[in-house]
């Protein structure tokens, strides 16, 4: 009886501490493992089957799925890590819901905002530690272009902020024409070749009335330049600024 009692004794506690390991197992590593894998299928199958279709595009977002889906609930030991490895699982599944959509007219747009969005993850979790992938030359590719994405990203708040806080005022240097300006300092780390701002005016009861634009170039870091912008039926009412269109050098 002694002897039962020790195996039982020994025996749950062998279990308690088997799950206790697995609770306390972290998945950074098995993560980036899983991400590498599927990036390489995902480079191998667009090799393979390089036909635009819904099926292949669902094919490719899948490669790289089916490695990744199950760490969302994982426990990681770096905290960023396992926030970029749960927003890049939900930017695939988005990829694949995009996907289905291949054909219509906003399918590119859409695929183009989704590619931006896994390449920019892609950088910050390869700044955390370096994606082991077997094919180099892709992920570089992939790198470079996220590392762009994210600087343009970063330019346009960065500018959408700069034209938002701009204070405008009246501009009478025009006797025929009602007119806003404003001074403002490009405080960005780039030159600006070139930028254009949609101006839509609002009267006073919210109805829109009239689009216009500002237009500038050649806006140097660290100088400011004047804004300005017409407003033909000169109404009272309200004004939102829309960043169209912008290149850095």
Not at 87 to 105: C, H, T
């Amino acid at each position: 009886m002694l002897k039962k009692v020790i195996c039982i004794v020994l025996s749950t506690i062998l279990l308690v501490g088997c799950t206790s390991n697995s609770e306390n197992k972290n998945y950074d590593s098995e993560f980036l493992t899983s991400l590498s894998k599927g990036l390489d299928k995902r480079w191998k199958d667009n090799d393979k089957y390089p036909e635009e279709s819904a099926k292949n595009y669902k094919l490719w977002v899948n490669d790289e799925l089916d490695e990744v889906k199950d760490y969302g609930d994982k426990k990681f030991k770096n905290d960023k890590l396992k926030e970029l490895a749960i927003r890049y699982i939900n930017v695939l599944k988005e990829g694949k819901e995009i996907a289905s959509n291949f054909g219509a007219d906003s399918f590119e747009d859409q695929w183009s905002e989704h590619q931006n969005k896994r390449y920019e993850l892609l950088v910050e979790i390869n700044n955390i530690s370096e994606i082991p992938v077997q094919d180099k030359d892709n992920l570089g590719e992939i790198l470079a272009g996220g590392k762009e994405v994210k600087r343009d990203s970063e330019v346009r708040k960065d500018l959408e902020n700069i034209i938002n806080s701009a204070n405008f005022k009246p501009d009478d240097s025009n006797s025929y024409l009602a007119g806003y300006s404003a001074v403002v300092e490009n405080t960005t780390e780039y030159d600006i070749e070139a930028l254009t701002v949609e101006v839509s005016l609002f009267d006073e009861n919210d109805v829109l009335y009239n689009t216009t634009y500002i237009n500038v170039n050649n806006w140097k870091k660290g100088t400011k330049a004047k804004l300005h912008f017409i407003d033909t039926d000169d109404k009272e009412g309200t004004y939102e600024f829309s960043l169209k269109y912008y290149e850095i050098k």
